[in-house]
């Protein structure tokens, strides 16, 4: 959501918010933090004129540290962060907590029995950018209680998240590989599947069944705050995923590079189907031909799922935008 106001404004905005260095909760039936409707791109970043009172500030604020790692780190797309860079975001990542950006586990929004009795409907999900460039942007996410973020994807992006507060079940796939479980290229369900009558793909148009292709879990556990910080990255580490607000959360996402419709990093939703659902063709799918059994195998079967791209499942997700008021980060 932007609103046209006057650049002016739009900045008085954010230094009045940096000034109360703690985000105000409202009822979840209004945007999360309840701060001024996002007017930018960039979140809090301290302007011209008062770079010499925040550069001072920021020689101790956990956030600006973490941005000029981010800086230093992400140079651009195709950039994935190697082992000591990856060290040094999840060090910094896992070492803040909610007051480092500017909130407290007794806000309003965090107490589970305040939301629970004002939830009416799908719970809104409120996104904060507190940066954004090019290469990378540092996001928070706050989910009431039960609200969820569907299936989606990270393409070609590096992804760290770190819990702040809250509970939060997290659901993740990676494609999966053709080796060891002799799966087939995906691309190739599409033909000899079009005359099979699985549950999930009963119609024998091939393009409802070029959409599925096999992804393995990775990960399926409920995390709470604090924890150590998540990674994933463009093929391995949980690509796609899905959160869901056991108690109203907060999460920082550094994203690197981030979703850019430009670019061709457009975020895609997936439904997850049981693998099961179309094990009774192994054939047909070139699925399981090579597996005759057994307990580990039958383990590494609960591990996969087909995907499905669908639509932004709008019905499922409601999301809106404020401005970032915690700790200003200088981007000088
Ligand atoms: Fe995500």
Redesign the pocket.
């Known amino acids: 959501m932007k609103v046209d106001r006057r650049a002016g404004e739009a900045e008085d905005e954010v230094e009045a918010a940096a000034k109360r260095r703690r985000l105000v909760a409202e009822p979840v039936s209004s945007p999360a933090p309840g701060l001024v409707v996002r007017t930018g791109e960039r979140g809090g970043v301290a302007r011209r004129g008062r770079r010499r009172r925040v550069q001072a500030d920021a020689a101790a604020a956990p956030v600006q540290r973490l941005f000029q790692a981010c800086r230093h780190v992400f140079r651009g797309p195709g950039t994935v962060p190697g082992p000591d860079h990856v060290r040094l975001l999840r060090a910094l990542l896992d070492r803040m907590g909610p007051e480092d950006v500017g909130l407290s586990p007794d806000l309003r929004f965090f107490r589970s029995t305040d939301a629970a009795a004002h939830q009416q409907g799908t719970p809104t999900v409120t996104h904060t950018t507190m940066y954004k460039c090019p290469n990378f942007s540092m996001v928070i996410l706050f989910l009431p209680r039960n609200a969820v ?1 569907p299936l ?1 994807n ?1 393409p070609g992006m590096t ?1 760290f998240s770190k819990l702040l507060l809250g509970k939060m079940h997290i659901k993740s796939y990676d494609w999966a590989a053709a080796d060891p479980h002799q799966l087939p290229d995906p691309s190739s369900t599409t033909t000899s599947s079009s005359s099979s009558s699985c549950s999930c793909c009963s119609s024998s148009s091939s393009d409802d069944t070029n959409q599925l292709r096999l992804a393995e879990l990775v990960v399926d556990d409920v995390f709470t705050a604090p924890c150590d910080t998540s990674v994933l990255y463009p093929t391995t580490g949980g690509n796609m ?1 899905r959160f869901t607000a056991v108690e109203p959360c907060a999460i920082i ?1 550094v994203l690197g590079p981030p979703y850019s419709m430009e670019e061709d990093r457009d975020c895609t939703y997936y439904a997850d189907i049981p693998y099961a659902n179309h094990h009774q063709h192994p054939t047909a799918h070139g699925v399981g031909g090579g597996l005759t059994g057994g307990v580990e195998q039958d383990e590494d079967l609960r591990r996969l799922a087909w995907l499905k791209e669908i639509d932004m499942p709008t019905a499922e997700l409601k999301m809106c935008s404020v401005l970032y008021g915690g700790p200003p980060i200088s981007d000088k």
């Open positions: 973020i989606h990270h992804v995923h996402d």
